[in-house]
């Protein structure tokens, strides 16, 4: 059941991260500008996000009761995704995202491809 609170938790980030920058775009900023601010400014919902599920699996990684000891291995490889995923968020989705589109300026014209000499 952790797991896919986790996984809602990794969609939900990429998504503010990804629909943040689109809007920007729409608003006529280039792809860096539109990619450096949308990280600044959800970086903070991002990670309450994350951090919220991390804080409810604390008590499970901390866990000694019973059933804890198959528990703990399988909250720790959940942990470890979720630091990883909000790394991934934060700092590959918007390098990706900038280099599929280009970086271009907003008034800048699309690249030219060469044609073929017929």
């Known amino acids: ?29 280039g792809v860096r500008e539109a990619v450096f601010q949308a990280c600044r400014r959800r970086v903070r919902p991002v990670m309450m996000t994350s951090l919220t599920v991390l804080l409810g699996l604390v008590s499970m990684l901390c866990a000694t009761g019973s059933g804890s000891e198959i528990q703990k291995p399988l909250v720790a490889v959940i942990f470890g995704g979720l630091v990883s995923s909000l790394a991934l968020t934060l700092i590959i989705l918007p390098v990706l995202y900038a280099l599929a589109n280009g970086l271009q300026s907003p008034g800048a014209a699309p690249a030219q491809t060469p044609k073929e000499p017929t």
Do not use: N, Q, T
């Open 1 to 29: 059941m952790a797991r896919h609170k986790a996984d809602a938790a990794d969609i939900a980030g990429a998504l503010v991260v990804a629909s943040f920058i689109g809007r920007l775009r729409a608003r006529g900023l």
